[in-house]
């Protein structure tokens, strides 16, 4: 069952613009959704978060969006720079069995320069 | 301070046999859990280990197992393999088991033939 869906497998943007990506979900039990960014060869590593009391959450050139209605987030990178050139993951989870993290199947973005 | 650390690298096996995939979590961190990674997919939970113990499990089934020692560091055993149990095993470790503190390791690569 794919709980958390990111329906973009890849993004391709102009150093300087905005990116934005997306992320679905359909477990209202979800109150904590997090951002993580892959590089090749790595693992992944934590970018930004957002609880679900919050409906913005700021850090940096990154920002995440959460709708809570539309059981929708998205993560906004502005200005987006080449080495933001990474494979994106959405994931989610419920804080009362926060050991169960649910991740999207990631956007690979490509910044060009 | 040293981060997640994961051996082998990558591993080839044949359909039927057993592998052990070890993790040494970051300094500090009791908390150890681990992702089956398929190709073109998201992370899966497999399952998450806290001071020793279980504390946690995802959809896999029981030949799917693991161990985590007092010092923290952890294994992931898989018995009886499968063509479909190829994939990257991401070991994460955080401190206390909550999301935004996942350290993960670059992975293993387990090619089942």
């Known amino acids: 069952d794919q709980q958390v869906k990111q329906n973009s497998p890849s993004l391709s943007v102009q150093e300087g613009r905005i990116s934005i990506l997306n992320c679905d979900y359909t477990n209202s039990m979800f109150d904590y959704f997090l951002w993580y960014k892959k590089y090749p060869a790595e693992g992944p590593t934590f970018l930004i978060s957002?609880?679900?009391?919050?409906d913005k959450n700021e850090d940096g050139r990154f920002t995440v969006f959460l709708n809570k209605s539309a059981k929708h987030l998205s993560l906004h990178i502005v200005p987006s720079q080449p080495g933001d050139s990474a494979v994106y993951f959405c994931?989610?989870?419920?804080?009362?069995?926060?050991?169960?993290?649910?991740f999207g199947a990631g956007t690979r973005l490509t910044v060009k320069p | 301070e040293t981060g997640v650390t994961q051996s082998p690298t990558h591993l080839i096996k044949t359909r039927g046999q057993q592998v052990t995939l070890r993790c040494s979590s970051q300094s500090g961190h009791n908390t150890v859990s681990w992702y089956q990674q398929a190709l073109g997919q998201g992370p899966q939970f497999i399952f998450q280990y806290y001071r020793e113990e279980e504390n946690g499990r995802g959809n896999f089934p029981p030949r799917f197992s693991g161990l985590q020692f007092p010092n923290y560091s952890s294994e992931l055993n898989v018995n009886a393999l499968e063509l479909d149990d190829s994939a990257l095993y991401l070991c994460?470790?955080?401190?206390?088991?909550?999301?935004?503190?996942?350290?993960f390791g670059s992975g293993t690569r387990l090619t089942v033939v």
């Open positions: 994460a470790s955080s401190l206390p088991p909550k999301g935004s503190g996942y350290t």
């Open positions: 994931a989610a989870s419920a804080l009362r069995n926060n050991n169960d993290m649910r």
């Open positions: 957002i609880s679900s009391i919050k």
